[in-house]
């Protein structure tokens, strides 16, 4: 995690996330927009909508019990998390990327950044799903410490979902 100035003079701090898993471009571009894969990594498929070759999904999670109790009171209750994807087109090389926006409900935060779909090591059966993310709390005195937070959440999560993936691909190939 780093935390460079911005031109405003504000902190942010940066998170780069990974997540490695088997089968083709399209077994795993299928797993990531599978509304049984997203209920089972606990969040809920709000919507979807395609639009020549783009492709935008809204997730929502309920993350009651996850947020500590440091920064639970600048949360709604329950705190409610919105995730917005919007992926664009596959290039040749079997690559997307797209625009990330996270949204919790209540908290004076913006966590937003990009995520690529992409074959790891010129591999076609392997592919790794890189999130680069910029998480900003504007909270005078603890928003540096609420982002190292949010940060090490994310990390957690990415954890937990690379298993899961890994899993559904043994399990639905």
């Given amino acids: 995690m780093s935390a460079p100035v911005r031109e405003d003079g504000d902190m942010t701090s940066s998170v780069h996330l990974e997540m490695v898993v088997p ?3 399209d077994q795993v571009w299928a797993m990531l927009t599978n509304s049984d894969y ?3 990594k606990g969040a809920e498929l709000v919507s979807v909508s395609q ?3 783009t492709m935008d999904l809204v997730l929502r999670r309920d993350l009651t ?3 500590p109790a440091a920064v639970a009171s600048y949360v709604s209750n329950p705190p409610i998390l919105i995730e917005t994807q919007i992926w664009q087109q596959a290039g040749e090389s079997h690559t ?3 625009q990330v926006q996270l949204h919790l409900d ?3 935060a913006t966590i937003e950044g990009t995520a690529t779909l992409s074959p790891t090591s010129g591999t076609a059966q392997e592919f790794t799903i890189s999130i680069d993310l910029t998480v900003k709390v504007s909270v005078p ?3 540096v410490m609420a982002e190292g937070l949010v940060c090490d959440m994310l990390r957690a999560q990415i954890a937990e979902e690379e298993i899961l993936a890994r899993t559904w691909q043994t399990t639905h190939q």
């Fill in 23 to 25: 089968g083709t471009f």
């Fill in 38 to 40: 997203i209920t089972s």
């Fill in 51 to 53: 639009t020549n070759g």
């Fill in 65 to 67: 019990g996850q947020i």
């Fill in 96 to 98: 997307r990327v797209a």
């Fill in 106 to 108: 209540g908290a004076p």
């Fill in 141 to 143: 005195l603890f928003g």
